[in-house]
């Protein structure tokens, strides 16, 4: 139950704060759609030999942190965690540290792996001042990187924090770096960033439930939205419904301005897919994405370390005559997998 208003909390933040303005940049770029403070993302970085993460994390206002992790291997069980923390002038128009502190570092052989840490940073921000996002969409441009080794294509979207880099490969198409997760720390005590181990699982402890076969069924209207769930379910709050447990659907309208709505879908698009403590770690390469022109969904795993859980949320981003509706179905993965019809029927209702 903890898991499911942690959830519902943050959509009711991604959708009150579309539009507040934090404008937090690297110097000399203009991102399509600015970081919060803590925002972050990690990848997998393909040039080392055993499986290797890098994340970037910016806490705004020219402070930021990049933390390199190499998890035990066979050939290896030494777990290498090494965070260097700097600073930047942000009136520079380039790239210019001005501070820095680094944890985990302990080895001789770590100084190659902060100046990587460095390099990456400086090239980084260098290769995103070249790159035109305002149109708000993908971007594939060539750089030179002499850390992977010369030309390389960087492909940008403007969904990833920091660089906006989604992956790097070569000339021949190997990859080089590819994003793992995007993040959004939540709290003060949000230790998601410091957490993330590379790889997501996807336990879950069981979560069962019993459906009433002979249920009523009821259709809920919220302000213009419509669903058609059953007497299986119990409500919480006006907007918000529950099935015991194991799932529980929420209806959030927003209002907005016709011509403000694509940007504010790329908004909540961005928010949707952030990990961080409250919505568990959601892999960008377990998520989906359909729709036409009237609505779109998003479909993303969550995995609740805490809670051992993996959570499936299902979110119709739906234009209205005022703006949008944001529904979203989250439902535990043992109950999904005993009833998937039932709850893919129950998305089939939806109407606005």
Not at 57 to 83: C, D, F, H
Request: aromatic share 12%; net charge neutral.
């Amino acid at each position: 139950m903890k898991n499911f208003f942690s959830i519902f909390r943050k959509m009711l933040f991604a959708a009150g704060s579309l539009f507040i303005s934090t404008a937090f940049a690297l110097p000399g770029v203009n991102q399509y759609i600015s970081d919060k403070s803590g925002a972050y993302v990690f990848y997998q970085d393909y040039t080392f030999t055993e499986a290797t993460y890098i994340g970037f994390l910016s806490y705004g206002n020219g402070a930021y942190a990049i933390r390199y992790y190499k998890p035990a291997s066979k050939e290896n069980s030494e777990v290498r965690n090494i965070t260097v923390y700097m600073t930047v002038d942000e009136n520079e128009k380039n790239l210019k540290m001005t501070g820095e502190s680094i944890q985990g570092a302990y080895k001789n052989e770590d100084v190659d792996i902060i100046n990587y840490i460095h390099d990456l940073m400086y090239e980084f921000t260098a290769a995103r001042q070249n790159v035109d996002m305002s149109q708000g969409k993908k971007v594939t441009q060539s750089a030179k990187i002499d850390q992977f080794g010369g030309n390389v294509n960087i492909t940008y979207s403007p969904l990833i924090p920091v660089f906006n880099i989604l992956s790097v490969n070569r000339a021949d198409g190997g990859q080089l770096l590819k994003v793992i997760i995007t993040g959004q720390l939540v709290s003060q005590n949000d230790k998601s960033f410091d957490a993330f181990t590379g790889k997501v699982s996807t336990q879950d402890r069981k979560h069962s439930f019993k459906l009433k076969k002979k249920a009523k069924k009821v259709t809920v209207d919220f302000e213009g939205t419509k669903i058609t769930i059953d007497e299986n379910w119990s409500q919480a709050m006006d907007n918000m419904y529950l099935l015991g447990d194991s799932a529980f659907l929420t209806i959030t309208p927003v209002k907005i301005p016709e011509e403000q709505k694509e940007l504010a879908i790329l908004h909540l698009k961005k928010d949707l897919l952030c990990s961080s403590e409250n919505a568990g770690y959601i892999s960008l390469w377990t998520t989906s994405e359909s729709g036409d022109d009237r609505q779109i969904k998003i479909t993303r795993l969550h995995y609740m370390p805490e809670a051992e859980s993996m959570l499936h949320s299902y979110t119709i981003l739906g234009k209205t005559k005022d703006g949008l509706s944001i529904i979203t179905l989250s439902v535990y993965e043992s109950a999904l997998s005993k009833n998937p019809s039932y709850f893919a029927d129950i998305l089939n209702t939806i109407s606005f």
